[in-house]
């Protein structure tokens, strides 16, 4: 998995996050909407809770009979014409990608919105081998002519408002009117106007998939703008490139699917366009079509029996949306294109260990509104929790915990350490180290007269 | 009835109003309080920060300490949580532990202690006594009930004071700016009192409370139950 070189382990990077108003009124503003929209179309189900349950349950069946339903899937794409590559990883993804796109005698594609090619890098490795890549997606195109980096799964330019997007427009889009407002109409226009060039001469369009169905064949793209559809189906050669988590067994389990995706995702009843295609069709459609497998560390955390329950995620962004700590710092502070809670649980699984993988699962006060609204029951704050027990532990921090597992494991080493603890209270403010972090913007509480075991013993 | 009461290492160690209070509670309603002295802590920062090696002793440690009580009763829901969640994994065994307010409203049936505490008071429904042991509207309906306490609404009442044990010092500075937005929902309201259940939580938001001088005050839920 793609790092982002350069940056800092989570609490620096949400520090630097949390000094920029800006960003954080444009983040309360957005997912401050998300969150009652959601609330509102979730709130016209009462059979939600059961549609959730049937949502954990395709996804748990379809990840415990996973190597099954693969191969099943590729049998039907490759009867319905389409061709089938297996990746390990981000560079054998993108090498199969830019290879295919040589083939095609391409040197641009144009992108619907795909979180497993911005896993991979995929952008940077086609721009290597002299590959343009445009994204068409609105939000993703905002990001791409920022020079930017995804803050939200869903909503990537989330961490912009409409002002900062005029301005960009006018600066990095070619051939704008100068005069371009922030009206969101007129924003829209100026974007279609820039992609619609794009459609019409593209040759070969790469997306990704929400739903890959082992019994059909059929792949699955849910989208807003219309977009995707275009890339879907104007350009001779399509490319999806799809985790290999993204299989359900059969098409009825996309009859939940749809229902969950769109109330989690936009707080939508149903999104404005549902593609769904199987392989190539003669005089309609691309003319090739290739799917890319891509594992990328998934059967690592699949290996996992409690941080396999990631790889249930739909990637809706419900998680975000409600987390207060991602309220605060946004998507950026977390160093990996999944960011938030499912981000701080998939993130450590897809990389494996280094400084910034291993600050994730502690970006979280465990406070369980990521649980209580994600439509496939991924116990988030259960998994963090576990993930925080496979990072290596600062050699400090795990001296003071394992010194205070010690003093509570006996009620008199506890009772020694309480009758100082009043004095340290008071001295607190002028000690150095952890303490000094609660100090520094908030009191401790004065210590008390009288203890309760001196209470408790006054009173007999 | 015969009841148990678990302190919490944390109201041992710094509020122990806290548990002088559920005792005075329980016994004005007739209960009988033991205080099993060798407890200690039921291992809930090290089990969260990572560290379920060395919860293990801790967990078995209060099972011992608190065998042969049908009830455990404590003024502490993330602690309450830890026990009923995570021992049956870690020891085998899940201790019969009770939320203050739980015990109260589903054990003993009580919704009026006969409290009185004549204040504005604004609520703050901490996350584990909320999401982990549902606790619902228990709390404020024992609060509804104290003569002459007026309840405040607290605008955003369910989101997270970002306190989170050990978070609050691993990332001290996004703690602080969402205890801060917790801290100024509580000034708006006018309450001169912010409750709750768990102590952790009111030391951070209390923690700001004084240290910008704001006169508002908190306290813990059993505290105000057991004022008359």
């Known amino acids: 998995m793609s790092t982002w070189l350069g940056m800092p382990p989570f609490p620096e990077a949400a520090r630097e996050a949390l000094g920029d108003s800006q960003l954080r009124a444009n983040l309360r503003a957005a997912t401050g909407t998300i969150r009652a929209k959601r609330a509102a179309v979730v709130a016209e189900r009462d059979d939600w809770e059961q549609l959730r349950e049937a949502g954990r349950a395709i996804k748990d069946r379809a990840l415990h009979d996973l190597d099954t339903y693969l191969v099943q899937l590729e049998h039907r794409v490759t009867e319905a014409g389409g061709v089938v590559h297996w990746a390990r990883d981000a560079d054998e993804a993108n090498g199969i990608v830019a290879g295919l796109v040589r083939a095609a005698g391409a040197s641009e594609v144009v992108k619907v919105k795909s979180m497993a090619t911005q896993e991979i890098g995929l952008n940077e490795a086609l721009a290597a081998a002299g590959i343009t890549a445009l994204e068409t997606d609105l939000a993703e195109l905002i990001v791409q002519l920022g020079h930017d980096r995804p803050s939200h799964i869903l909503v990537p330019a989330i961490h912009r408002n409409r002002a900062q997007i005029r301005d960009l427009f006018r600066r990095e889009m070619p051939g704008v009117d100068p005069e371009l407002t922030d009206d969101p109409v007129a924003l829209a226009a100026a974007a279609r106007a820039h992609l619609r060039r794009a459609f019409l001469s593209a040759r070969v369009a790469v997306s990704g998939a929400n739903f890959a169905v082992a019994e059909t064949g059929a792949l699955v793209v849910v989208e807003s703008e219309g977009n995707g559809r275009m890339c879907l189906t104007l350009p001779e050669v399509l490319i999806s490139v799809v985790g290999i988590e993204k299989v359900i067994p059969t098409a009825a389990d996309l009859a939940v699917m749809l229902q969950l995706l769109p109330r989690s995702a936009t707080g939508e009843r149903m999104n404005p366009y549902t593609s769904v295609w199987r392989g190539t069709t003669p005089g309609d459609g691309p003319r090739e079509f290739h799917l890319v497998l891509l594992d990328n560390g998934r059967t690592t955390a699949l290996a996992d029996d409690i941080g396999r329950e990631a790889l249930r995620c739909i990637r809706c962004s419900a998680c975000l949306n409600v987390c207060p700590v991602y309220e605060r710092v946004g998507g950026h502070a977390y160093g990996s294109v999944y960011p938030g809670p499912i981000g701080a649980i998939l993130t450590p699984q897809l990389r494996g260990p280094d400084p910034v993988a291993d600050s994730l699962p502690y970006a979280s006060t465990l406070c369980g509104a990521c649980l209580d609204v994600c439509p496939v029951k991924i116990d988030i704050p259960r998994a963090l929790v576990h993930l925080r027990g496979k990072v290596t532990h600062p050699p400090r921090e795990r001296a003071i915990m394992r010194a205070a597992a010690w003093v509570l494991g006996s009620s008199s080493r506890f009772a020694a350490v309480r009758r100082v603890t009043a004095l340290g209270t008071r001295l607190a403010c002028w000690l150095p180290g952890p303490w000094r972090r609660w100090t520094q913007a908030r009191d401790l509480p004065a210590p008390a007269e009288e203890s309760f075991r001196e209470w408790w013993d006054g009173r007999a | ?228």
């Not at chain 2, 160690?13 to 002088?20: D, I, S, V």
């Not at chain 2, 560290?51 to 293990?56: A, F, K, V």
């Not at chain 2, 021992?87 to 003993?108: A, I």
């Open chain 2, 1 to 228: 009835m015969r009841v148990g009461l678990f302190l919490t290492c944390l109201n041992d160690t710094l509020f122990p109003a806290a548990g002088k209070a559920v005792v005075q509670v329980l016994e004005r309603l007739g209960h009988e309080v033991v205080f099993p002295r060798a407890q200690t802590c039921c291992g809930q920062a090290h089990f969260n920060t990572g560290y379920r090696r060395e919860c293990g002793p801790l967990a078995r440690k209060f099972v011992r300490d608190f065998a042969g009580l049908d009830h455990v009763v404590s003024p502490s829901a993330s602690c309450v949580a830890m026990v009923r969640e995570n021992y049956r994994d870690l020891v085998g065994e899940s201790p019969p532990v009770y939320e203050f307010t739980e015990f109260l409203v589903d054990v003993l049936g009580v919704t009026d202690v006969g409290a009185a505490f004549p204040h504005r008071v604004a609520y703050h429904p901490t996350c584990h006594g909320l999401r982990l042991l549902d606790l619902g509207d228990r709390p404020t309906t024992l609060l509804r009930a104290v003569r002459g306490l007026r309840l405040i609404d607290l605008p955003d009442a369910k989101h997270c004071c970002g306190f989170g044990g050990t978070f609050a010092l691993k990332n001290a500075d996004t703690s602080v700016a969402m205890g801060t937005d917790k801290a100024r929902a509580v000034l708006g309201t006018g309450a001169e009192v912010l409750a709750a259940v768990d102590n952790s939580c009111l030391m951070h938001i209390g923690g700001l409370l004084t240290r910008w001088r704001s006169g508002t005050r908190v306290l813990h839920v059993a505290e105000i139950l057991a004022g008359t």
